[in-house]
């Protein structure tokens, strides 16, 4: 097959990506979780790889085979994600945080499954670590690029400028997971990008396409650091 030779833009690059969402066990049979698919993730993987970045994927569970290219971190629970992004972030120069998190775990795991004749039982959930909101004090801002994704339902802009700066990130890129064909589980979105200088709005269009008009408005605003 001849295939069309990506710009190599992003050569020299080593790129994190997290991706997917993690899952928050709670007996042997059981877990909390989301409903992302990992497709964002894996399609900005693909498309740095492509564009001539070493790559990073650290991924939750999913049903997508691994981009080619890619080191692989396979994860399962926040805390796991946590541990992993911490021990790769310093290689990197560019962290892309499209992972759907799950915020709250249980504060109990049963060893044993739970009978339904023992009643309906009582869980009570406890916060997972913020892993952006911790990467946004340690990473060297000078060395390294930070993006957020946020996933709204509503008031995209207002969101997005929140997290942006509580958690001292370059960019963000909010996904609009309310509209029909958008977001989770599809292969489609529409992402709005705000940074300190202002809101791009991205396209309707299939994951590849929005990662990599991600990655042409980070190289084409300038925003990768010198390596
Ligand atoms: N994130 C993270 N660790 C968490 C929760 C979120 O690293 N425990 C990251 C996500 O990967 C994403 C960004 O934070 O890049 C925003 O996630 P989102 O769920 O939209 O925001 P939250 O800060 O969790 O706020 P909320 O869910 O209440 O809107
Ligand atoms: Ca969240």
């Known amino acids: 097959v001849l295939r069309k030779l990506a710009v190599q833009d992003l050569a020299g690059q080593v790129v994190l990506v997290t991706a997917g969402p993690t899952r928050e066990p709670y007996d042997p049979a059981r ?15 693909r498309t740095a790889f492509r564009r001539g970045a070493e790559v990073i994927l650290v991924s939750g569970p999913t049903h997508l085979s691994p981009p080619a290219g890619v080191r692989l971190v396979q994860v399962s629970t926040a805390r796991q994600m946590h541990e992993a992004v911490l ?4 290689e990197a120069s560019v962290i892309v945080k499209a992972a759907a998190v ?13 009978k339904k004749d023992q009643g309906a039982p ?12 911790e990467l946004g004090t340690l990473r060297d801002p ?4 930070l993006v957020g994704f946020a996933a709204e339902s509503s008031n995209f802009e207002q ?16 996904n609009d997971i309310g509209s029909a064909h958008c977001g989770f589980e599809t292969d489609a979105n529409r992402l709005i990008l705000i940074d300190n200088d202002g809101v791009t709005e991205l ?8 990662a990599d008009l991600l990655w ?7 925003l990768l650091r010198e390596r």
């Open 102 to 114: 799950s915020d709250f775990r249980s504060a109990d795991e049963y060893r044993e499954k739970i």
């Open 31 to 45: 877990f909390l979780s989301n409903r992302s698919s990992g497709k964002m993730g894996y399609a900005l993987a």
């Open 122 to 133: 009582v869980l009570r959930l406890e916060p997972n670590p913020d892993i952006l909101l």
């Open 203 to 210: 396209p309707h269009t299939s994951k590849m396409r929005s």
């Open 159 to 174: 969101e997005g400028r929140r997290k942006l700066a509580k958690k001292n990130l370059d960019l963000i890129a909010v």
């Open 87 to 90: 021990t790769h972030y310093q």
């Open 142 to 145: 000078r060395q390294q690029l």
């Open 216 to 222: 042409d408005h980070i190289v084409g605003n300038g």
